[in-house]
């Protein structure tokens, strides 16, 4: 039987179909419960920041009395600090990372209140002197102020603007200047001025991103909810297998994370 080039043709469509279909399902049924991003090892790289926000963090963690991590997560990064302080607090308003950061910090010393993100925050006025949190989604500044002691310090990296937006407008089209705008740190100094504190660290930097295949998009996006917010695989399965096609001809799909660290002090 001889083959002919529309058989082979539709023989490799069918493949690279079914390559996709298998990447796709395999991403979507995995867990995205905590901030562990392991599962991504081998299918997606991200340089880190040159500061090394969980080595800072834990130092600072070492020194404190009392401190309390905002928006912890599955309360991964606090625990890869080698000491807390006596006093340990983590917020977290995702029930499934409520549990998960509960069973995980609890042996260590910190207790895990579960927090729906919006003012107040579940404390005393000057309860802390330290505040940390990683990539919150909202920062209350005028809450970090009210629960830090004077002289107390809020300590955390942020996203910054347009982060992975290559990503987003390949999804989404091209984004308005107010969406890449937003999360810019001149205006995370202003707002903390405003609510009364110093900042006495602010850095940025931009970061390479590399996505090597599409189950790796679909696990990102799923994880990271607020890049493309209603992400489903079947809202955008055609963009998806573009993309696909993309990686699976030219190779690893690059874009740009942004990140900044801010450091802000109470007055004594």
Known sequence: MTTTPDDAGAGAEAAER???DALVAEANAVSVAGWD????DGRATEERPSWGYARAMGERLGRARAALDIQTGGGEVLASAPKLPPLMAAT???????????ALLHPLGAVVVADEDEPPLPFGDAAFDLVVSRHPVTTWWEEIARVLAPGGTYFSQHVGPASVFELVEYL????PPQARGARDPEQARAAAEAAGL???DLRMERLRTEFLDIGAVVY???KVIWMVPGFTVDAYRAPLAALHRRI???GPFVAHTTRFLIEARKPG
């Not at 977290?92 to 509960?102: H, K, L, S, Y």
């Open 220 to 222: 990102f996006l799923r």
């Open 198 to 200: 110093d900042v006495v």
């Open 18 to 20: 079914a390559r996709f």
């Open 172 to 175: 989404r089209g091209p984004q």
């Open 92 to 102: 977290e308003g995702w029930p499934p990372n409520v549990a998960r950061a509960t």
């Open 37 to 40: 991003f392991s599962w991504l």
């Open 248 to 250: 699976e001809t030219e």
